[in-house]
């Protein structure tokens, strides 16, 4: 089965920007299957960011839009997340998750372990 590793995370200012990426270990799996980022702070449900199906269909939660945003690299098996305009609420833990399929539903079978952002005002 194919296994997810986000990394990228850190500890910056509001206004700054991160790049998180998530790299599958199964060649292919990222252009071909639906892939997404969540995020989840305690005590709290988490949360989808974004997410990119097989036809490179594009969605967003509206926190993120014109903020965030979600791209593939085929050729190194890796999702990405470009997060820019950071604010003290996007402090989270964020995972990156996938499908089985190339259309995004609703369950999400495989997720990494997280990478942690934390955004000081």
Request: glycine fraction near 12%.
């Given at each position: 089965?194919?296994?997810?590793?986000?990394?990228?995370?850190?500890?910056?200012?509001?206004?700054?920007?991160?790049?998180?990426?998530?790299?599958?270990?199964?060649?292919?799996?990222?252009?071909?299957?639906?892939?997404?980022?969540?995020?989840?702070?305690?005590?709290?449900?988490?949360?989808?960011?974004?997410?990119?199906?097989?036809?490179?269909?594009?969605?967003?939660?509206?926190?993120?839009?014109?903020?965030?945003?979600?791209?593939?690299?085929?050729?190194?098996?890796t999702?990405?997340?470009?997060?820019n305009?950071?604010?003290?609420?996007?402090?989270?833990?964020?995972?990156?998750?996938a499908?089985?399929?190339?259309?995004?539903?609703?369950?999400?079978?495989?997720?990494?372990?997280?990478?942690?952002?934390?955004?000081?005002?």
């Open positions: 089965q194919v296994q997810l590793v986000e990394s990228g995370g850190g500890s910056v200012q509001a206004g700054e920007s991160l790049r998180l990426s998530c790299a599958a270990s199964k060649s292919s799996y990222s252009s071909g299957n639906c892939m997404g980022w969540f995020r989840h702070v305690p005590g709290k449900e988490r949360e989808g960011v974004a997410s990119i199906d097989g036809s490179g269909s594009i969605t967003y939660a509206d926190s993120v839009k014109g903020r965030f945003t979600i791209s593939k690299a085929d050729a190194k098996n999702l990405y997340l470009e997060m305009s950071l604010k003290p609420e996007d402090t989270a833990m964020y995972y990156c998750a499908q089985f399929t190339s259309i995004c539903f609703n369950k999400y079978p495989i997720w990494g372990p997280g990478t942690r952002v934390t955004v000081s005002s």
